[in-house]
Nanobody, 116 residues
Framework: QVQLVESGGGLVQRGGSLRLSCAPS????????MGWYRQAPGKQRERVAT???????GYADSVKGRFTISRDNVNNALTLQMNSLKPEDTAVYYC??????????WGQGTQVTVSS
């Protein structure tokens, strides 16, 4: 059973930064695509950023230039560096990974709250 464990959420003021981390139970190389999604109260879950095994990254327009996703092969973790945070970034952030056989895995989520 694959587990994804997120950490790094918290409360920050507008303009601040946070760094999220996702640690898989197995090797990060097992996942062809990994990403971060978020869900705000009363809204659908949305894609924030994804990165392939080869390192190709993609971002939602709302976070381009502010967020950076990366696969840390040394520490076996997926990270999301979030800068210039806005109140509208407030949400529960979920780690997501595509494993062998086309199975998607999700973490339990970590809360990010940006105050104005």
């Amino acid at each position: 059973q694959v587990q994804l464990v997120e950490s790094g959420g918290g409360l920050v003021q507008r303009g601040g930064s946070l760094r999220l981390s996702c640690a898989p139970s197995g090797s990060i190389f097992n996942f062809s695509v990994m990403g971060w999604y978020r869900q705000a109260p009363g809204k659908q879950r949305e894609r924030v950023a994804t990165v392939t095994r080869g390192g190709t990254a993609g971002y939602a327009d709302s976070v381009k230039g502010r967020f950076t996703i990366s696969r840390d092969n040394v520490n076996n973790a997926l990270t999301l560096q979030m800068n210039s945070l806005k109140p509208e970034d407030t949400a529960v952030y979920y780690c997501n990974a595509l494993g062998d056989g086309g199975i998607w895995y999700w973490g339990q989520g970590t809360q990010v709250t940006v105050s104005s």
